[in-house]
């Protein structure tokens, strides 16, 4: 997930045009700024490039997830239904906003098991969190179908997927809201950034006001302008650099995919020769982003052995069962219920009664299968050199 390897001239252009202003803040200062709103107009292009009518930038990824939940109004008594394989921003942002997270199996997709999220919806589900975890698609039509039988919201975590799509839809834009990161190591990146994108006038502006100390942005939507408030907010406000650095990588990412593409490919080809091994299932292998290269072995000795080899060799791939920050047996500090607040909230109620409690063992489906899945990042500039050496390798591994 390498934006920060193409940094370069176009960013630095951007920036310039923000210090020349000596306007860091992305609402007001008219008269200083000279017409230069970076973040707006990133908001703006950004949307756009996922085709949807509006964008909302915010400080982090995590941060995009929160605005988005409480737009949708999601809090205490609700559950929300993720995934039990991504990052913990994505329950930290359901806990932060006072709902329960629920997690579900992933499938050979390696994102939501559509079968699974059936089971796990009750009558306070109030909001579905699909991840598309690693730049490639959860099954995101028949899980907005599911939902949309049920009345329930769906939220995109599309943290991990900018420039990714199906069938030419970009990932983000199924759901009522999807949210990204552009924190350093995403596809894109403004160092710490994120953006929510919807097609909903009413949810924009909530988040457009939440994310501003709910500002009312009435007379302006999206800007400043009005002194009415409708709601308490909270500051998830973007500055003008990041938004000016936004501008420049936006304007690379499709470039970024299409190199990412050109090196998976060849990776993939060397791995095929493993005996037995499958790949992580591709519901548009054309929009794939990319940014990481997963296979499946036969078991988990294969996968083992394979990957020691690999080590040994200096290619040694991720195995994400074992990986604490993006695998649910892995959360301790989740599973344990550790927190910093002397009531244990948001894992007991105010008077100290445990009110969420969950089951280590609850998502083997997810173990099976990771435990068997190896996964290589995959960068822009690899290199020719260090592409034939890691595909040298891989055939190799076809007889371990
Ligand atoms: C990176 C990431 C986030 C959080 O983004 P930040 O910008 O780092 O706060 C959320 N969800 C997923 C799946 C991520 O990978």
Redesign the pocket.
Known sequence: MPGFEIFGSEEKKEIMDVLDTGVLFRYEFNEQRNGVFKVREFEEQFSQYCGTKYGQAVT??????KVALMALGVGPGDEVITQGF??V??WEAILEVGAIPVFTEIDTTLNMDPADLKLKISDKTKCIIP?H?MGAPARIEEIVKIAAEKNISVLE?T??AAGARIQGKHLGSFGNCG?F???S??TMTTG???MIITDDEELWRSMSEYQDHGHDHKINPGARGGEGRRFIGFNYRMMELQGAIGLAQLAKLDSMVVAQKKNKLSLKEAASAIPGVSFRELIDEEGDSATFLAFILQDKNHSERVNSFLTKEGFGAINFSANSWHFYPKWEHLLEGKTLTSSGYPFSSAGGKRRIIFDPEALPQSCSLLERTLVYPIGINMGEEKLSSMRKILQKAAEI
């Open positions: 982090s990824g995590t941060a995009a997830l991504t990052f921003a994505t991840v975890m975590d943290a991990q949210t990161s552009f924190d190591v995403k710490e950034g994120g």
